[in-house]
């Protein structure tokens, strides 16, 4: 089992550019959540998905934040147009019904300049 | 307000001691507590969860403590190694929904040799 993969791993992107990152959650996983992590705030969900349908996006901080699943083994999040402010790491995590154990990818670290 | 604080915010010990890491929350209704270990540029990975009924849970040199009476873990780690240089992030859910999570700001501990 691979894991829940997440790409790219790094992103360097000026402001004002459209960013888009991209999940692969572990098959078998109904459930996709996308979270932001920053040392002054922690880990922040922003949007989770149950069966490839958004569920709660009260987390995503403003209308420059998106976030699709077209299916149930991708997910992306796109920012548009980016900030600086939104620098941080991204991480992409998915679980299955009933399980009390969400697993985590690798994350993707975005810096905007 | 559900919250979650960890303490210390920091820690530093020698290679081989112990260490005890604090979480108290006021999250509630209370469905069950999760630590996760997060390495330096990775997400973060489950150590532990545990629900109501359960005090005490082992993984290895890692046990947790539960006391849902004064809503209150620890995770205490038993003769340290240099791999346990980790963020200890400490995760409650609530009952209304299995992704409903809220997550302290970790303790960042550091094992030198």
């Known amino acids: 089992d691979a894991g829940v993969i997440q790409s790219p791993r790094h992103e360097v992107t000026e402001m004002g550019q459209e960013v888009t990152l991209r999940c692969k959650p572990i098959?078998?996983?109904?459930?996709l959540f996308w979270y932001r992590q920053t040392m002054m705030r922690g880990l922040e969900l922003l949007i989770y998905?149950?069966?490839?349908?958004?569920?709660?996006d009260s987390g995503m901080p403003e209308d420059r934040f998106s976030a699709k699943m077209p299916n149930a083994s991708f997910s992306t999040l796109k920012i548009q147009p980016s900030e600086p402010r939104d620098s941080a790491v991204y991480f992409c995590?998915?679980?299955?019904?009933?399980?009390?154990?969400?697993?985590f990818g690798s994350g993707t670290r975005l810096t905007v300049v | 307000k559900n919250q979650v604080e960890q303490s210390p915010q920091s820690l530093i010990i020698l290679e081989g001691k112990n260490c005890t890491l604090q979480?108290?929350?006021?999250?509630?209704?209370?469905?069950?507590l999760r630590w996760y270990k997060q390495d330096t540029g990775r997400g973060p990975v489950s150590l532990t969860i545990?629900?109501?009924?359960?005090n005490t849970k082992s993984n290895g040199r890692y046990t947790a403590t539960l006391d849902a009476d004064t809503k209150q873990s620890s995770l205490h780690i038993t003769a340290s190694q240099l791999s346990d240089s980790a963020s200890y992030i400490c995760?409650?859910?609530?009952?209304?929904?299995?992704?409903?999570?809220?997550f302290g700001t970790g303790t960042r501990l550091t094992v030198i040799p």
């Open positions: 995760v409650v859910s609530d009952q209304t929904g299995a992704n409903n999570l809220f």
């Open positions: 998905f149950n069966n490839n349908v958004p569920i709660d």
């Open positions: 995590a998915s679980s299955s019904r009933g399980d009390y154990g969400y697993t």
């Open positions: 545990m629900t109501f009924s359960e």
């Open positions: 098959s078998g996983h109904n459930s």
């Open positions: 979480c108290n929350y006021t999250v509630s209704p209370f469905s069950n």
